[in-house]
């Protein structure tokens, strides 16, 4: 157990709608990463947030957005759905913005 | 662009065998190479990571070796276990050369078997 805690762990929806992925990084860790796992492209990076900034951008979609809240925990905006959204969603956390990255089990977001 | 390539793509071991799994990067700015093993259902794990200044990093059955003037690293497993059977994944970021922006870039990944 990382100790980072993803909700859901699945999530079917249909295109055109929007969902929240949500994530609890460990205790004590400021700095929160989005990864989207695919067949095709692997896992890719999305967002950075450090102690509720954000801190770097990856190959994140217009349609997608994030935030950092106070208490650290993230979420994960996806709007107008689309089947190429459909994969694997996961966060980690590090303590500091260089530190070492611990992954959440995921969410698994399939698009009807 | 393909910043961090990995191979094999699938790797077969018996029981007892040296699994190894290389990954070449492009981008000489990386300073931190870790390696994630994944099962299904799971998250990736990190598994052991190194940076440039050592040449090999071991902790228990795994081993890193980096190889700065190829650009190259790999990571070996010895005396394979069916446990290991796992999807492995290497990956490099900047993780201390400054700058704000610490993503990973990940390898493709590889598949291991280990047969009993």
């Known amino acids: 157990d990382s100790g980072v805690t993803q909700t859901p762990k699945h999530l079917i929806t ?6 929240t992925l949500r994530c609890s990084p460990r205790s004590g860790d400021l700095s929160v990463y989005w990864y989207q796992q695919s067949l095709d492209q692997g896992l890719q990076f999305l967002i950075q947030y450090y102690n509720g900034e954000e801190r770097a951008k ?4 217009e349609r997608f957005s994030a935030q950092q809240f106070p208490d650290l925990h993230s979420e994960l905006n996806l709007s107008s759905l689309e089947l190429g959204d459909s994969a694997l969603y996961f966060c980690a956390s590090s303590v500091v913005a260089s530190g070492p990255q611990h992954f959440g089990d995921g969410t698994r977001l399939s698009i009807l | ?3 961090v390539k990995q191979s094999p793509q699938s ?4 029981k007892g065998g040296i699994s190894i799994i290389n990954c070449a990067y492009e981008n000489t700015a990386f300073d931190y190479f870790p390696w994630y093993q994944q099962f299904p259902g799971k998250g990736p794990a990190l598994l052991i990571a190194i940076r440039p200044d050592v040449s090999e990093k071991k902790e228990g059955r795994f081993t890193i070796s980096f190889n700065k003037s190829a650009k190259q690293f790999s990571l070996h497993i010895m005396d394979s276990q069916p446990g290991d059977s796992a999807t492995y994944f290497c990956a490099a970021s900047r993780g201390s050369s400054g700058g704000s922006n610490y993503k990973l870039t990940f390898g493709k990944g590889t598949l291991l078997t280990v047969n009993p």
Do not use: E, F, K, M
Not at chain 1, 58 to 61: D, F, K, Q
Not at chain 2, 11 to 14: A, D, E, P, S, Y
């Open chain 1, 14 to 19: 249909a295109t055109g709608q929007r969902v």
């Open chain 1, 58 to 61: 990856g190959n994140i979609l």
């Open chain 2, 1 to 3: 662009q393909q910043q």
């Open chain 2, 11 to 14: 790797l077969i071991v018996q």
